[in-house]
């Protein structure tokens, strides 16, 4: 990989993180004031009143919790948007390899990170017809990261050899998105 390739990877993950703050931070504030409303406004007016503080607190862990699962499933959401686009093009790859890379945090805790490269034909050789810039063998690589070992299924569905289906906008078949129930890292689904 270059080192433009690796600076703008690295950019997009800072951006994202930065999102994904923002966005955890605005649902936990979202929580609090409806708390505050609640426990201020609404419950004082229909029972007499109630402890501020636990409708607060039940609030807040509700908001942690549902910002969590947004911040979770953000990435499938935008690779879903992004295949609903209309992908011009879409092909069947095959798993040329498959690299793993565990790492195990020193206070518990651990990752794993896949790399995925692929290699598919653009077109029909057969025929001539051309569905990009050229006809050809192409290849191209994308990054999952999941806690832990990752699930047994998608082990199953990138085994070496395995297909995948693929698709990207015509003319910019380095912009594929492999068809499969796992998002990408935030910088595979834009570079």
């Keep these: 990989m270059s080192g433009h390739r690796i600076a703008l990877r690295v950019a997009l993950g800072l951006l994202w993180g930065l999102v994904m703050a923002v966005v955890f931070a605005g649902i936990g504030f979202g929580a609090l004031v409806a708390g505050g409303y609640l426990g201020y406004v609404l419950l004082p007016r229909l029972d007499g009143g109630h402890d501020i503080g636990a409708v607060l607190a039940v609030l807040a862990v509700a908001g942690v919790a ?53 290699s598919w034909c653009d077109g029909d050789e057969r025929t001539g017809e051309r569905t990009g810039e050229r006809t050809g063998e192409r290849t191209g690589e994308r990054q999952y990261r999941f806690l832990g070992d990752g699930p047994d299924d998608f082990a199953t569905r990138t085994r070496l050899g395995a297909t995948l289906p693929i698709r990207y906008p015509a003319r910019r078949p380095h912009r594929f998105i492999v068809d499969i129930p796992y998002a990408p890292t935030m910088a595979d689904l834009f570079i």
Excluded: E, F, K, N
């Excluded at 910002?67 to 948007?81: E, K």
């Excluded at 011009?88 to 990170?113: F, H, I, K």
């Design 66 to 118: 549902l910002a969590i699962v947004v911040c979770h499933r953000a990435r499938r959401w935008v690779q879903r948007l992004r295949l609903s686009r209309g992908c011009d093009t879409s092909a069947t790859a095959t798993v040329v390899w498959r690299d793993r890379r565990y790492t195990a945090g020193s206070r518990g805790g651990s990752s794993t990170l896949y790399t995925v490269y692929l």
